[in-house]
């Protein structure tokens, strides 16, 4: 049995959830409310805000702090080669199979920060792949694309993103993807030379464009089971026949309206290819 205050707060969360949605076109309506719930509560804290109603005020009041806000609800926890088995499986399953077309598109939805964009970019690279393959880098947060597209990422994280490359399959020298400044690193923009980063809310916006490969990983876990099927739906209106689309190992079609059009590349790491 929830508490009063416990349940006040709920009621009030949902309704500046529908607020944000009017004034400013977000939908969180269809996200897990645990993880909405803690989220707005970490923010209160961080900003020192006593009530939901100050958030609100704030939020309505200022579109910068509004874009502070959505940093926080929204999920941007990533890294480079996350799941290196995932990327390896990549390499040798489903590459060898996209090679044989003459041109490949690519959507990376909920790219976040860019860390997975730019592990894509550096195998299709390693494969000869890379010239003839667009890239669509797509999220919801605006800010995380500006920082996606420029690939400049802490100089801290280089170990273990260096071991990820190596247990993807990597052919090189890591470093030689990137150069070295301050305590940070930047990859080279010949990388995302046939990248379009475009805005594009999952909860919401339609299919734009057909595509070969088609990697949401790690963000259908933050969206309720409604959400999650409108998002395959959109995948699968987005998916060319015989394509592919990788999700998180949290992550599946089981249950799905759509899970009879495709079948597992690679179970383990929730690769699967359109069967028609």
Request: charged fraction near 25%; glycine fraction near 4%.
């Amino acid at each position: 049995m929830k508490l009063a205050n416990e349940a006040l707060f709920e009621q009030e969360v949902e309704a500046l959830i529908n607020e944000i949605h009017t004034h400013y076109g977000y939908d969180f309506r269809g996200y897990a409310r645990a993880s909405v719930y803690r989220r707005v509560k970490r923010f209160l804290s961080h900003k020192h805000l006593r009530s939901v109603e100050q958030l609100r005020e704030a939020i309505f009041a200022d579109s910068f702090f509004f874009e502070n806000f959505l940093q926080e609800i929204t999920v941007n926890v990533t890294e480079m080669f996350r799941d290196p088995s995932f990327f390896l499986s990549l390499r040798q399953n489903v590459l060898p199979i996209l090679s044989t077309y003459p041109f490949i598109k690519v959507w990376d939805a909920g790219c976040s920060t860019g860390e997975e964009l730019f592990s894509l970019a550096i195998l299709l690279k390693e494969e000869g792949l890379l010239d003839r393959t667009k890239i669509y880098a797509t999220d919801i947060n605006q800010k995380v694309l500006k920082q996606a597209k420029e690939g400049i990422f802490s100089a801290s994280n280089m170990p273990a993103y260096t071991s990820g490359y190596y247990a993807a399959g990597g052919k090189q020298e890591f470093s030689s993807y990137y150069s070295s400044n301050y305590g940070s690193v930047k990859f080279d923009s010949s990388l995302v030379k046939n990248v379009v980063v475009y805005p594009h809310n999952l909860a919401t916006d339609s299919s734009f464009n057909e595509f070969h490969l088609i990697l949401c990983r790690n963000v259908l876990i933050y969206f309720n089971r409604e959400l999650q099927e409108r998002v395959f739906k959109l995948f699968d209106e987005s998916m060319v026949s015989l394509g592919y689309l990788g999700l998180g190992k949290k992550e599946t079609l089981a249950m799905s309206q759509i899970s009879s059009n495709y079948n597992f590349v690679d179970k383990n790491n929730r690769i699967y290819r359109k069967s028609n």
